[in-house]
């Protein structure tokens, strides 16, 4: 197979596609991969230090108000379209995948119009802009939550759930925990607010410490790096009890199957991850993205009993408190979160798409 995939701007559309060119080599070790993206996304650095063949187009997003910058996007998109076919013609790809993010946008469009194979993955519950756009033009869309099935035309639609979850699947404990600092006899909550970090789970955590219940359970609580030092200069010389503070895991999955709950944001890469192993969760949704799709995803395993969400306006050190230690408390409740939590796990997620592809490639 010759692939050819398009996502950037935000992890949550590169790690997907990483992932599923991970499964894809081991599956044929004689298929090509091109990643196309942009010079200023996390793509430009993490695609090339994974190893794989990459090439830049130049492309921006509109803006959301009137502005003058929009006839500069729409410029680009004309003008990335147009690179995109050349970069296209020389890869001769069997099949392009997007992954989202405005870059996927010209090079899956421009595919499409070059009669190639296209397939686009939507990590959220409710589509982004780049994707429905996309979804009138492509060949097949996959989804990861069901409630994203209403925004693209039905026939096109599989269930694959996301690469991500295949990826850490079959992870299992390795005793990372005492290298931390912490006990590996001891319940474990972590508290992360993504790669940076989020300033209110970060608060909440700080006011909840002398709160919770820490004879019961210990914390690992990872800051991000742009918040560590004030942390640690706001905790100075103070003795915390069963509470670990780090600024960043370089990688976390690793960590993952030793832990008993987890507090954080309701990512769609950070979902897979927790669904696919089965683990607690409380998630504190993100209002500071679009659409609030971190809303909708937390949602859709609140309300399967698969995890608990908390609104970040209601959000406190009391809050988080009251959640953790009741859970922390029940291993019953834990345990069902857990089980309902697995069920909406889909660890074949990359062997699903690897069949549509190869569908689309044969029919062609």
């Known amino acids: 197979m010759r692939l050819l995939i398009s996502g950037g701007g935000t992890g949550g559309h590169i790690y997907p596609a990483l992932a599923l060119i991970e499964t894809l080599k ?46 500069k996007t729409i410029y680009l998109f004309l003008k990335s379209v147009h690179e995109a076919k050349k970069i296209i013609r020389e890869f001769k790809p069997d099949v392009v995948v997007g992954t989202g993010g405005y870059v996927c946008g010209a090079v899956v469009y421009a595919a499409s119009q070059l009669h190639i194979p296209t ?99 210990q914390v690992l609580f990872v800051t991000g ?16 009890n069963n509470i670990v503070i780090k600024p960043y895991i370089q990688d976390m999955p690793a960590i993952l199957p030793e832990i008993d709950l987890i507090v ?41 009993d698969a995890a608990i969400m908390i609104k970040e306006d209601v959000l406190s050190g009391q809050t988080l408190a009251d959640e953790v230690n009741e859970l922390m408390r029940d291993d019953e409740k834990r345990s069902q979160i857990a089980k309902e939590a697995r069920k909406a796990g889909i660890p074949d997620s990359s062997k699903r798409i690897e069949r549509v592809l190869t569908d689309l490639i044969t029919n062609n």
């Open 26 to 71: 081991k599956d044929d070790t004689r298929s090509s991969f091109l990643y196309v993206g942009t010079n200023k996304g996390l793509e430009s650095k993490i695609v090339p230090n994974a190893g794989i063949d990459f090439k830049t187009i130049e492309i921006q997003g509109f803006k959301r108000s009137l502005s003058l910058q929009n006839f």
């Open 225 to 240: 790096s742009i918040y560590y030092e004030k942390i640690k200069s706001e905790i100075g010389e103070k003795q915390l």
């Open 119 to 217: 397939f686009i993955h939507e990590q959220n519950s409710i589509a982004g802009v780049t994707n429905k756009f996309l979804s009138h033009f492509v060949d097949k869309i996959g989804i990861c939550f069901e409630a994203a099935k209403t925004e693209f035309p039905s026939q096109k639609v599989v269930f694959t759930g996301n690469p991500r979850a295949q990826q850490v699947a079959d992870i299992k404990p390795t005793g990372r925990l005492a290298e931390l600092g912490l006990s590996e006899n001891k319940k474990t909550v972590l508290i992360f607010g993504g790669s940076r970090g989020a300033r209110r789970i970060n608060e909440a955590a700080m006011d909840a410490f002398a709160l919770f219940d820490t004879n019961e359970f």
């Open 264 to 304: 954080g944001r309701s990512g769609a890469t950070s979902l897979a991850e927790i669904t696919v192993l089965g683990i607690p969760s409380i998630l504190i949704p993100s209002p500071n993205v679009t659409h609030d799709h971190q809303t909708y995803n937390a949602r859709s395993l609140a309300d399967i």
